[in-house]
Structures are given as C-alpha cells and as structure tokens.
T-cell receptor, first 115, second 116 residues
C-alpha cells in the first residue's frame, strides 16, 4: 500500500534560516505529491503539488519542493524562515490510478521559528 | 467567495449521543471527503463521495455514517458506536468528476468534537 513518511515530527529553526522538511513516499511508480500547511485550529491549505510537469515545484509563501525519483523524496524547502511560517506541514500522496482522488497523508511536521 | 464551510466550529457531546457535523461547499466540486485528525497521527480518511447518492468507506469508517443527497452537502454523523470520537474533523472537496488522481483537495476550517 502507498505510504508517506515525514522525518521529524518537530523542526525548529531560527528566523532567517533555511527551512527543510523531509518527505519520502513508497511507490514503484511516481505518484502525485502534495504539501499542505495547517495553522492552529484551521483547515489545510495547499502549498504546492507535483504532477510530473517539472521536478522543482514552486509554491506559495516562498516554499518549493523537489521531486527526486531516485530517492523517492519530495522535501519542502524555504531559503529564509519567517515567524509566520510556524505551523504544521503535511506531505500527501495520491496514486496515479487512484480511484476517488484519495490522498494519503504523512503524520505531519510541526515547524517552530525562533526569533 | 467560493469555499467550504463546516459547522459548528466546536461541538460537545455526551457519551451515547449521536451528533451530526455539517459540511457545505459552493465550489461545484463532485468529490467530497471526511477526515479525522488526532495529534501525531496526521489525517485519516473516514468516508468519501465521488458523486451524489454514492459514497465509500475510508480507512476508519466504523462508528460513522454519511449521506450525499445534494452535490453541495456531505454531512457526517458520529454515532454512539464510535468508541473514541473526540478529535478534529476536517471536510474537503476536489473538482474531478470521479475524484481524479492529481486533483488537489480544498479543506474546510474543521469542527472540534469533544465528548464529555
């Protein structure tokens, strides 16, 4: 079965530092991949998605992610963290033959940004 | 503005009671989903619906029920059979006529259910 692993349930960075949130998927065929952000007590908002058009995907709020088939990874990065980036981030995957458009989510990574 | 609304935002229930969570969307999306979120466990799929009058069980459907009588609405009932219902519930929708793979899901603001 398809699965997603997010390495690190908590990541802490200083304001202005590089943000790196890790996501690995398990699939023999490259799936569709998504990153979502969730602020406290709110729903999820799409940051970016990979659908095979380009391996480097740019999203909102300065985030980007690179699809690496050889590493089965889709890590999320941002060059310079801002206090407003503090939130929980979820990586999700969808099989290319998935009926119903179901997404499988990782367990989430909580990002803290220190002043 | 188009979007997904969930109500109420906070809900308290006594043990043994059924309770219904509302989800409405005006995005004209065909597919709708219900997720449960618990700390440290990510989102788990409860039920999903690709078209009106049809829905399928997700990974944790036991103790829950849904209906899809209208395209815009996908209410979730948490029954007394659900052993541990206290959680944050999220409703989502996507555009695809059959919930196509690759379509992103749009989420509502969530309902926090607490069993007293």
């Amino acid at each position: 079965a398809q699965s997603v692993t997010q390495l690190g349930s908590h990541v802490s960075v200083s304001e202005g530092a590089l943000v790196l949130l890790r996501c690995n998927y398990s699939s023999s065929v490259p799936p569709y991949l998504f990153w979502y952000v969730q602020y406290p007590n709110q729903g999820l908002q799409l940051l970016l998605k990979y659908t095979s058009a380009a391996t480097l995907v740019k999203g909102i709020n300065g985030f980007e992610a690179e699809f690496k088939k050889s590493e089965t990874s889709f890590h999320l990065t941002k060059p310079s963290a801002h206090m407003s980036d503090a939130a929980e981030y979820f990586c999700a995957v969808s099989d290319r033959w998935n009926q119903g458009g179901k997404l499988i989510f990782g367990q989430g990574t909580e990002l803290s940004v220190k002043p | 503005d188009g979007g997904i609304t969930q109500s109420p935002k906070y809900l308290f229930r006594k043990e043994g009671q059924n309770v219904t969570l509302s989800c409405e969307q005006n995005l004209n999306h065909d597919a709708m989903y219900w997720y449960r979120q618990d700390p440290g466990q990510g989102l788990r799929l409860i039920y999903y619906s690709q078209i009106v009058n049809d829905f399928q069980k997700g990974d944790i459907a036991e103790g829950y029920s849904v209906s899809r009588e209208k395209k815009e609405s996908f209410p979730l009932t948490v029954t007394s059979a659900q052993k541990n219902p206290t959680a944050f519930y999220l409703c989502a929708s996507s555009i695809g006529p059959s919930g196509r793979a690759g379509d992103e899901q749009f989420f509502g603001p969530g309902t926090r259910l607490t069993v007293l």
